[in-house]
Every structure is written in C-alpha cells, then in structure tokens.
Nanobody
C-alpha cells in the first residue's frame, strides 16, 4: 500500500488549497482515509476522515465549515481530496494522509492507521 500526498504550498490567510492523497496497492474494499497535521512543537492531530463503507465524513471542530473531504475511486485509483477554504495561520502544518484497513474505530486516533504517506507542507501567512 502506498499513499502519495500532494498539494501543499504557501497561501495567504483566507485563501484555499486542495490536498490530494493518491492511494495504490489496495486490495481491501473496507477502509478509511484520514488527514492528519502536525505543526511545529505540537502533536499530530486528526483533521478529517472519510470511510469507504458508508461514505461517512468526519472533521475536527476547528475545520468544520472550512474543509471538505471527498474521494474519487474512478479508474481503479483511490484519491482522497481535502479542500481547504478560508485558511488561517493556525492551519499551518505538515499534512499527512493515512489509511486504515477494516472497520473505522476512533477516526482521529493516529495509532489506528496502518499506512502513512509522506507529508505535504501547508503554510498560511497572515
């Protein structure tokens, strides 16, 4: 299983970015893809998650109404997007995507995820 995250960059406060997580090597139909972020000096936190079983989406409170997670399973590729609008300086972090195979437990618990992609840096200037 490989996860490739992309789409980070530098944006001014109030701007938008769309992160992508391309997943390959999956042979499972029941999985969840989550986005996590880690700011300097802070612990990694769950940002959002989407479940393949029911399409359920989950968000941490600080991004609700601003971020939207979606998935595209066309052409045997699984890509999960995180559309980030109204970005704030406090959204600055390295963003990671991760995959959990099987039933989704506590979506924001990083220890429940089996595979991780490399991070992509999001910097929001004030």
């Amino acid at each position: 299983v490989q996860l490739q995250a992309s789409g980070g960059g530098l944006v001014q406060a109030g701007g938008s970015l769309r992160l992508s997580c391309a997943a390959s090597g999956f042979t499972f139909d029941d999985y969840a893809i989550g986005w996590f972020r880690q700011a300097p000096g802070k612990e990694r936190e769950g940002v959002s998650c989407i479940s393949s079983s029911d399409g359920g989406t989950y968000y941490t409170d600080s991004v609700k109404g601003r971020f939207t997670i979606s998935s595209d399973n066309a052409n045997a590729k699984r890509t999960v997007y995180l559309q980030m609008n109204s970005l704030k300086p406090e959204d600055t972090a390295v963003y990671y995507c991760a995959a959990r195979l099987g039933d989704l437990g506590v979506w924001a618990d990083a220890t429940e995820y089996d595979y991780w992609g490399q991070g992509t840096l999001v910097t929001v200037s004030s």
